[in-house]
């Protein structure tokens, strides 16, 4: 190197990484995620997201499991599913689209992953040419109010800076409705509600626009290999604190 010319900046590392689940130290380390997960929602008099060995499914060599990675350790992670069922969708399900499913978070931290795993999906459908991303979350009962609404004024009146907007949650809004909100603020959209797959539970089914974001790999890795035409992965324990 001449007196003319600067050292290379040294590439940062991004901090976070979506990667397949591949060796068996990983599968378990997904499998023990969950039922910490599931055993946090116990705790705390929440309905559990889905029913039968859902660890389990992280050491089926037949899944696509994938992980969110925060500095190589398990965050968050997920199944993808090949072959999508958009049935219970009507209309909306006539659209290809990426479904999250089976997606859990470590206790504690659900809200900054379930908002990274979302930044990730928008970004990774974009990329392979797919129009949105959908998922389905558990609720207890159909929201006595409208979260789209309360979030619309809530947002109108912080652009008008006034110190007297409603707050997003009230001391009457039960965790269901909380989860409902907190998935609204982070660019989900209600498309309806009904019963899931089993016919055991009522979900409320979400979309959100597929979204480019090129500066998202300064934050976030994916090694993940190209999206199907029509794929699917669902929102379960993730993001409720």
Same mark, same amino acid.
């Given at each position: 190197?001449?007196?003319?010319?600067?050292?290379?900046?040294?590439?940062?590392?991004?901090?976070?990484?979506?990667?397949?689940?591949?060796?068996?130290?990983?599968?378990?380390?997904?499998?023990?995620?969950?039922?910490?997960?599931?055993?946090?929602?116990?705790?705390?008099?929440?309905?559990?997201?889905?029913?039968?060995?859902?660890?389990?499914?992280?050491?089926?060599?037949?899944?696509?499991?994938?992980?969110?990675?925060?500095?190589?350790?398990?965050?968050?992670?997920?199944?993808?599913?090949?072959?999508?069922?958009?049935?219970?969708?009507?209309?909306?399900?006539?659209?290809?689209?990426?479904?999250?499913?089976?997606?859990?978070?470590?206790?504690?931290?659900?809200?900054?992953?379930?908002?990274?795993?979302?930044?990730?999906?928008?970004?990774?459908? +974009? &990329?392979?040419?797919? *129009?949105?991303?959908?998922?389905?979350? @558990?609720?207890?009962? $159909?929201?006595? !109010?409208? %979260?789209? =609404?309360?979030?619309?004024?809530?947002?109108?009146?912080?652009?008008?800076?006034?110190?007297?907007?409603?707050?997003?949650?009230?001391?009457?809004?039960?965790?269901?409705?909380?989860?409902?909100?907190?998935?609204?603020?982070?660019?989900?959209?209600?498309?309806?509600?009904?019963?899931?797959?089993?016919?055991?539970?009522?979900? +409320? &089914?979400?979309?959100? *626009?597929?979204?480019?974001?090129?500066? @998202?790999?300064?934050? $976030?890795?994916? !090694?993940? %290999?190209? =999206?199907?035409?029509?794929?699917?992965?669902?929102?379960?324990?993730?993001?409720?604190?």
């Amino acid at each position: 190197m001449t007196s003319s010319q600067s050292p290379a900046t040294p590439r940062i590392r991004a901090p976070y990484a979506m990667r397949l689940i591949r060796s068996a130290a990983e599968q378990e380390a997904a499998a023990a995620l969950v039922e910490a997960r599931l055993r946090w929602l116990a705790g705390r008099s929440l309905p559990l997201p889905a029913s039968g060995d859902i660890p389990a499914l992280y050491f089926d060599d037949q899944a696509d499991r994938v992980g969110l990675y925060e500095d190589d350790v398990l965050a968050g992670c997920l199944i993808l599913d090949p072959e999508p069922d958009f049935a219970r969708w009507g209309s909306d399900g006539l659209r290809p689209g990426l479904l999250l499913t089976h997606l859990y978070a470590a206790p504690g931290r659900s809200d900054g992953i379930g908002r990274l795993i979302t930044l990730w999906a928008t970004d990774y459908a +974009a &990329r392979h040419g797919l *129009p949105c991303v959908r998922t389905e979350a @558990l609720i207890w009962h $159909l929201p006595d !109010t409208d %979260p789209h =609404a309360r979030y619309r004024a809530h947002l109108c009146a912080m652009s008008r800076n006034d110190r007297s907007r409603p707050a997003p949650f009230h001391d009457h809004t039960d965790d269901g409705e909380r989860f409902l909100c907190r998935l609204c603020l982070t660019g989900w959209e209600i498309r309806s509600t009904g019963s899931d797959a089993t016919g055991e539970r009522l979900v +409320a &089914r979400l979309e959100a *626009p597929a979204q480019a974001l090129p500066r @998202l790999s300064a934050l $976030l890795t994916c !090694t993940l %290999p190209p =999206a199907p035409a029509a794929h699917t992965m669902s929102l379960s324990g993730a993001d409720r604190d």
